[in-house]
């Protein structure tokens, strides 16, 4: 049988926990599709992965990763592909695994299932030379990506859509604050808040990161290394605060995010880099009659729909760097010292 090379985490710790192993080409099974894997995109699950997350049990040892581009290699038998797609064709990964029959499923919100997985956290991912997924998991490549930027979009564009479109229902003429505005997630909130007609604000950490993000449509940004993000959003909304907050970031930020709520604003959250534990006062929630929603991926339809816009030139994929998969260490490295200017991703 031929082998592969492939990112396993075998045991929680350090960037010597990701180790490169040999494991025979899989074999795709009825219903599934073998997807010669030519990037891999991380993100900050990669890290929780590897490092571990107290309370929650990950399934180790774990091929690690959500994101990937490559081409259709094989089907199983009986696999049909939808959009007209055929061995050798380039796709991009889906990064969420469902049943496909449940009652969530069949309403469009797959996310919401009760089997449901994400790659790389919950059952193996994408980096690897090959893997094989259900047919559902694979859509067209949009012509204008490279293949390195096709990995970088997936898991973060899915994210902030479903947190800003689904969840907090942002509209065209609110302002929204979007924290981490250079991050894979901040930098798609962003541009769908754009998209949206929302006037959008972002943070980003020091000037060239600024400048970036005023680049990819935000009206406003913040340094928050140099000034109160607080401060900053009452002095532009003329006090009146913002209608959305789009929130990752978690203990450094999430008390500054309610006060910088308008009258019915809605915070949105999808996770916590800086640590989940945060003070609330319930008093300023039924005051100000603020939301605050919880949000994780979003549906197969609606990142179907946002590769469309990828098509039609209306989003972009922020790619910092592609590095040679045997410097996954690097990469993790760069991630969570925050030096990356955009998504970073490892080539196959």
């Not at 997936?154 to 924290?179: D, I, K, S, Y």
């Not at 005023?214 to 140099?226: F, K, M, W």
């Not at 929603?293 to 994929?317: C, N, P, V, Y």
Request: charge should be neutral.
């Amino acid at each position: 049988m031929a082998s592969m090379c492939c990112i396993v985490v075998r045991e929680h710790g350090g960037y010597d926990r990701l180790a490169l192993e040999q494991r025979e080409v899989p074999t795709p099974a009825p219903g599934e599709v073998r997807v010669k894997v030519g990037a891999i995109g991380l993100n900050h699950l990669d890290t929780w992965v590897r490092r571990g997350v107290p309370g929650h049990t990950f399934p180790l040892p774990l091929v690690t990763s959500s994101d990937a581009s490559g081409v259709v290699d094989a089907l199983g038998t009986g696999t049909r592909l939808a959009d007209g797609l055929r061995e050798g064709d380039p796709v991009v990964v889906l990064p969420g695994v469902s049943c496909g029959v449940c009652e969530a499923c069949q309403s469009g919100l797959d996310h919401l299932c009760r089997n449901y997985h994400i790659l790389g956290e919950s059952c193996d991912g994408t980096a690897a030379e090959y893997v094989c997924l259900p047919a559902a998991n694979v859509a067209p490549r949009p012509a204008s990506l490279s293949e390195p930027e096709a990995a970088a979009i997936a898991l973060v564009f899915q994210t902030a859509w479903n947190m800003l479109v689904r969840r907090a229902e942002l509209r065209a003429g609110e302002t929204v604050l979007v924290h981490a505005g250079l991050s894979g997630v901040g930098g798609a909130a962003v541009q769908i808040a754009n998209a949206l007609g929302a006037q959008v604000i972002a943070t980003a950490g020091g000037a060239e990161k600024c400048t970036r993000v005023e680049r990819l449509g935000a009206h406003h940004v913040i340094d928050y290394q140099s000034k109160d993000f607080v401060k900053e959003v009452r002095s532009i909304t003329g006090k009146a605060g913002v209608d959305v907050v789009f929130e990752h970031v978690g203990e450094a930020t999430f008390g500054g995010s309610l006060k910088c709520l308008a009258r019915c604003g809605r915070v949105v959250t999808c996770g916590a880099t800086t640590g989940g534990d945060v003070k609330l006062s319930l008093h300023a929630v039924f005051f100000k009659s603020l939301s605050i929603l919880g949000s994780t991926m979003g549906s197969k339809g609606d990142l179907r729909r946002i590769l469309r816009m990828f098509e039609q030139g209306r989003f972009r994929a922020v790619l910092d760097r592609a590095l040679p998969m045997t410097d996954v260490q690097e990469a993790h490295r760069l991630l969570e010292a925050r030096e990356a200017l955009g998504k970073i991703v490892l080539t196959v």
